[in-house]
């Protein structure tokens, strides 16, 4: 008996009860647009996975930047499981509309985002950086399609005059 029969007949039987909205309310409700999941939740994690490992130059020399401590580690892990949560708050219906390149891209976000907390979790500086271009190349694939002004996920916005002028050596 499917949900709707059922429902049909606690109406028939409970008529007071039960007939008054037989509609279910969604199940998952959106709190932020698009751009504030983005920008609130998305970036910020993506932000800490991607500067807990990497290499700075100046004039006294190369500096390794990597997580030292038990809970850098775990700061960096915590961030990959955002990232990979976030996947699926992108699935919501409201965002999702049924469009078949963000929905895998999206799923994409929840598999990178996984493999980014296995990197984190094997404390391999190396791995952390390799996952971190992974998840690079998932938010620009989804950018490409539908936020062609933010290809650049980590980019200032259009126009923003402490953008480089690539011309410029
Ligand atoms: C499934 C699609 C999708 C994925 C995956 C995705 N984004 Fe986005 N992103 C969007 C869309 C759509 C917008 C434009 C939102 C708007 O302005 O309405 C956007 C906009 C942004 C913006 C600009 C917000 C602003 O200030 O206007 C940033 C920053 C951003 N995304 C970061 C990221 C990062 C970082 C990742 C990867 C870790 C990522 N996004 C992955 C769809 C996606």
Redesign the pocket.
């Given at each position: 008996m499917r949900l709707n029969d059922v429902r049909l007949l606690a109406c028939l039987l409970l008529p007071l009860a039960a007939c008054a909205d037989t509609r279910e309310p969604p199940a998952f409700v959106a709190a932020a647009?698009?751009?504030q999941l983005?920008?609130s939740v998305?970036?910020p994690?993506?932000?800490a996975y991607w500067d807990a490992v990497g290499v700075i130059m100046d004039e006294e020399g190369t500096h390794e930047i990597e997580p030292r401590t038990p809970e850098e580690w775990a700061a960096v892990e915590n961030a990959a499981w955002v990232?990979a949560e976030?996947?699926n708050l992108?699935l919501l219906e409201d965002?999702?509309q049924g469009r078949g390149h963000?929905?895998a891209?999206?799923r994409?976000?929840i598999e990178v985002g996984r493999r980014a907390v296995d990197a984190a979790a094997s404390k391999d500086p190396q791995a952390v950086f390799d996952m971190g271009a992974e998840?690079?190349f998932?938010?620009t694939?989804?950018?490409a399609?539908?936020?062609t002004?933010?290809l650049r996920?980590?980019?200032l916005?259009a126009g923003d005059p402490r953008t480089p002028d690539p011309r410029r050596p």
């Amino acid at each position: 008996m499917r949900l709707n029969d059922v429902r049909l007949l606690a109406c028939l039987l409970l008529p007071l009860a039960a007939c008054a909205d037989t509609r279910e309310p969604p199940a998952f409700v959106a709190a932020a647009d698009s751009r504030q999941l983005m920008v609130s939740v998305i970036e910020p994690a993506a932000e800490a996975y991607w500067d807990a490992v990497g290499v700075i130059m100046d004039e006294e020399g190369t500096h390794e930047i990597e997580p030292r401590t038990p809970e850098e580690w775990a700061a960096v892990e915590n961030a990959a499981w955002v990232l990979a949560e976030s996947g699926n708050l992108l699935l919501l219906e409201d965002r999702a509309q049924g469009r078949g390149h963000w929905i895998a891209m999206s799923r994409s976000m929840i598999e990178v985002g996984r493999r980014a907390v296995d990197a984190a979790a094997s404390k391999d500086p190396q791995a952390v950086f390799d996952m971190g271009a992974e998840v690079y190349f998932v938010c620009t694939g989804c950018h490409a399609v539908y936020a062609t002004e933010t290809l650049r996920p980590n980019a200032l916005p259009a126009g923003d005059p402490r953008t480089p002028d690539p011309r410029r050596p």
